[in-house]
């Protein structure tokens, strides 16, 4: 079966333009979870997803990020305009809401100049 | 503030040596708890998870609950030089993982 797939895996960008990273969970995964990790933060909590329905975006750090979730088979993480401090790698996990055990995906790697 | 606590390590143990890896948690309302395996540059993977108080084993690990303590740890028997990675140690609470910094440990030949 195939995992929680990223794209892109890297990405640099210089500060002012937009970003957007891309998942797509797990199939038969009803939960999306979008984190950031960085070394001084650890792993961060951004937003998720129920059943394509946004629960929690308090992890949201400011106006500049945004996701969706169209349909159960992709969503978006979009930072615009990106800055130097966004720089991270962004993980996409899902679940099966009937369990509580999260698969992460091999995550982007976002540079901002 | 529900936070997951790990030393930050690293932890340094020989190969074939038992490594022990602790994590405390504030928030009693968690009731289940997953280990992660994170390898440098790569994602977290899943390596171990528990619900009930007491000692869950697979294969070389061993995941260990104590509710009344909240404290969870995680045994690796046999140590070999590629479990050496971060470790994190993650508690579900309110539909989402408070997740740990992580524990480095070093398996060295």
């Known amino acids: 079966d195939a995992g929680v797939i990223q794209s892109p895996r890297h990405e640099v960008t210089e500060m002012g333009q937009e970003v957007t990273l891309r998942c797509k969970p797990i199939s038969g995964h009803n939960s999306l979870f979008w984190y950031r990790q960085t070394m001084m933060r650890g792993l961060e909590l951004l937003i998720y997803f129920n059943n394509n329905v946004p629960i929690d975006d308090s992890g949201m750090p400011e106006d500049r990020f945004s996701a969706k979730m169209p349909n159960a088979s992709f969503s978006t993480l979009k930072i615009q305009p990106s800055e130097p401090r966004d720089s991270a790698v962004y993980f996409c996990?899902?679940?099966?809401?009937?369990?509580?055990?999260?698969?992460f995906g091999p995550g982007t790697r976002l540079t901002v100049l | 503030q529900k936070e997951v606590e790990q030393n930050s390590g690293p932890l340094s143990v020989p190969e074939g040596a038992i490594a022990s890896l602790n994590c405390t948690y504030s928030?009693?309302?968690?009731?289940?708890f997953f280990w992660y395996r994170q390898y440098s540059g790569k994602s977290p993977e899943l390596i171990m998870s528990i619900y009930s108080n007491g000692d869950k084993e697979d294969g070389r690990f061993t995941a260990q609950l104590n509710k009344a303590s909240q404290y969870v740890s995680l045994l690796i028997r046999d140590s070999q030089p590629s479990d050496s990675a971060t470790y994190l140690c993650a508690a579900h609470n309110t539909d989402k993982l408070i997740f740990g910094t992580g524990t480095r440990l070093q398996v060295f030949p």
């Open positions: 996990a899902s679940r099966d809401s009937s369990y509580n055990e999260q698969f």
């Open positions: 928030d009693r309302g968690s009731q289940s």
